[in-house]
């Protein structure tokens, strides 16, 4: 891995002004606050400090970045990178040692412009909010296909298995024309990959599985185009390769956050009963409880960019190489963008929360996530009014072990012969 000589010192443990690795701290984990919902103490502790030294997983000194407004500025310079094989992991990660590869074919994630553009440019247009408004109709198709099978199988379910994980993949398996007759091979593919439980080989077997039935796929599509975005996208100048791996990421990221936004946010909101029944009472607060689960639960963290030069950032000066962990967490609590952030409040203007990244990487998928979620909560409070956990808050087993955070299950109850 090469970098900028004025960085000299930020890969071996030893920052230009002589602080080393070792005088620093790492980035914090611990929610032992007792709310599984409110991030590390120690990180919305630094709303007074938005970006401070800090030590990497394998020495490197880098940045740790927590307030609201540097966020934005630091996402939207181009002068910081994507690249995952010029970033510095935060943290160990398990099967990930020394540098990071270079993101798979159609993983624009992990890219800069001219690549990143050039997919972006191709996917945007399919992602517009008119036409996702449009998939509105399908997503309550789905929401009461799989609240129906719920209320049936009752009067106890898992909400991620029931309900968090099928409405986004079924929209997911609707969006990229997987046919009826492949959705439950499909499927479940996608659920052993993204199930916390699943041992590495049964986890690496789904995925090859995944990728080649996406490669399938585009062939079938090349031959039979139909009324779905893969289909599209065979007109373009992708290549087989290329469109399975977009695919893929489609999947990837469309599919893990809306479901354990789903799970979590419904936990959240189990949890604030006043939010709850305000929400039950008027759904038409179903978007602006959206934005507010999203600012509040921000499970998608944390973001990672790499400058590429010196880069001065309101007065601090960042070195070339020198990778920047932005805590999307933390960023959506700090007191000075959002008044009492630690408290739920659907009620509250959640605009402008970093929950779905911000400039040139901003999620593709942010309003198909939003459809999904704005027409499935009112809908489960609605056909269950006495919905509640089945277990204890602190049983909710916790998906820690991932950048998606989330609930492994969440074990729901309500009385018979109530849900409507």
Not at 96 to 104: F, H, N, Y
Request: glycine letters at 8%; a negative charge; hydrophobic letters at 40%.
């Amino acid at each position: 891995m090469s970098h900028d000589p004025t960085a000299v010192g930020t890969t071996t443990g030893v920052a230009t002004d002589g602080i080393t690795a070792d005088d620093l701290p790492t980035l914090p984990t611990d929610r032992h606050t007792g709310c599984p919902f409110d991030p590390p103490e120690e990180l919305t502790a630094l709303s007074d400090e938005p970006m401070r030294r800090m030590r990497y997983a394998d020495g490197h000194v880098g940045r740790l970045v927590t307030g609201h407004a540097t966020a934005r500025a630091i996402l939207a310079d181009p002068r910081f990178s994507s690249r995952y094989e010029l970033l510095h992991l935060p943290l160990p990660m398990e099967g990930m040692s020394g540098e990071i590869p270079p993101a798979p074919v159609g993983d624009i994630t992990g890219l800069d412009a001219p690549g990143h553009t050039r997919y972006r440019r191709l996917l945007t247009g399919k992602f517009t909010v008119r036409r996702m408004r449009q998939l509105t109709a399908r997503v309550e198709r789905f929401t009461e296909e799989c609240l129906d099978a719920m209320e049936q199988a009752g009067p106890t379910a898992d909400l991620v298995q029931a309900f968090a994980h099928p409405v986004p993949a079924l929209m997911i398996c609707e969006l990229l024309g997987v046919p009826y007759t492949d959705r439950k091979r499909f499927q479940g593919h996608v659920a052993t990959v993204f199930d916390q439980t699943a041992d590495a080989e049964a986890t690496g077997e789904a995925y090859t599985a995944l990728l080649q039935y996406l490669a399938e796929l585009v062939l079938a599509k090349r031959a039979e185009p139909t009324d779905d975005l893969l289909s599209d996208l065979t007109a373009s100048d992708l290549t087989d390769e290329e469109l399975a791996g977009v695919g893929g990421l489609l999947l990837a990221a469309g599919l893990d956050t809306t479901a354990n936004m789903l799970g979590l946010g419904t936990f959240a909101l189990l949890s604030n009963p006043d939010q709850l029944d305000a929400l039950r009472a008027d759904p038409g607060l179903a978007e602006q409880t959206v934005e507010e689960l999203l600012r509040y639960l921000s499970v998608a963290d944390p973001l990672l960019r790499s400058a590429l030069t010196d880069v001065e950032v309101e007065g601090t000066l960042i070195r070339a190489g020198e990778t920047v962990t932005i805590s999307v967490q933390a960023v959506n609590r700090d007191p000075h963008r959002f008044p009492d952030p630690n408290r739920l409040d659907i009620h509250r203007k959640a605009s402008g929360h970093l929950a779905f990244g911000h400039g040139a990487h901003q999620c593709l998928g942010q309003q198909l996530a939003r459809v999904e979620m704005a027409v499935a909560f009112p809908a489960l409070l609605a056909r269950f009014p006495t919905l509640r956990l089945a277990v204890p808050p602190q049983e909710v087993p916790l998906r820690n072990r991932s950048n998606i955070y989330g609930v492994i299950s969440l074990p729901v109850t309500w009385d018979t012969g109530v849900a409507r």
